[in-house]
């Protein structure tokens, strides 16, 4: 089950011409890719930041107003720093996420360890995130909570509908 810490408050009828954007984040090896898939297959539009990246574009225009006023890394403020209204994070037991990461071709333990100096560790992301979404417990458990989530945030109120902007 996608845990949620409630710093957003209860979902309420949401307005059908508002759309909730949910920001999803996790480290290397936590199953982002496969969790995103989730979501559009619950009909979820996905913007993925590392297929734009890939394509070696020389610039992406993300427009997140008051940018630098929201903050970012203090609990409950991770989301709108990023322009979503909610954020969540993809989490495993560290064992997995290594197992999973050193199968990838070309990977070391060398390029592993760099790549998690370089990240937020886990437990920061957990609890900076407003949902936690544990994929160590299979793919089907982890579509259910995806598909729990979704119904959750669809009938959320947006940071808009708080702020009476939008």
């Known amino acids: 089950m996608a845990t949620d810490d409630t710093r957003q408050g209860g979902p309420e009828q949401q307005s059908p011409a508002r759309t909730v954007v949910l920001g999803l984040t996790g480290s290397i090896g936590m199953g982002k890719s496969t969790v ?3 979501f559009r297959e619950e009909g979820v539009p996905v ?7 890939s394509r070696r574009e020389p610039l992406a225009l993300l427009d997140i107003p ?4 929201t903050g970012g890394r203090a609990p409950g403020q991770a989301a709108r720093h990023h322009g979503a209204d909610a954020v969540a994070v993809v989490s495993a037991p560290a064992g997995l996420q290594r197992t999973r990461v050193l199968a990838r071709p070309g990977m070391t333990e060398a390029k592993l360890e760099a790549i998690l100096g370089r990240q937020v560790p ?3 992301k957990r609890a900076l995130a407003d949902f936690v979404l544990d994929t160590s417990v299979g793919l089907e458990a982890t579509r259910a909570q995806v598909a729990e989530l979704v119904a959750r945030l669809r009938g959320r109120p947006t940071r808009a509908d708080a702020t009476g902007s939008g």
């Open 122 to 124: 886990d437990a920061e």
């Open 36 to 38: 995103a898939a989730m």
């Open 66 to 69: 008051l940018l630098f006023e």
């Open 47 to 53: 913007w993925d930041a590392d297929a734009v990246r």
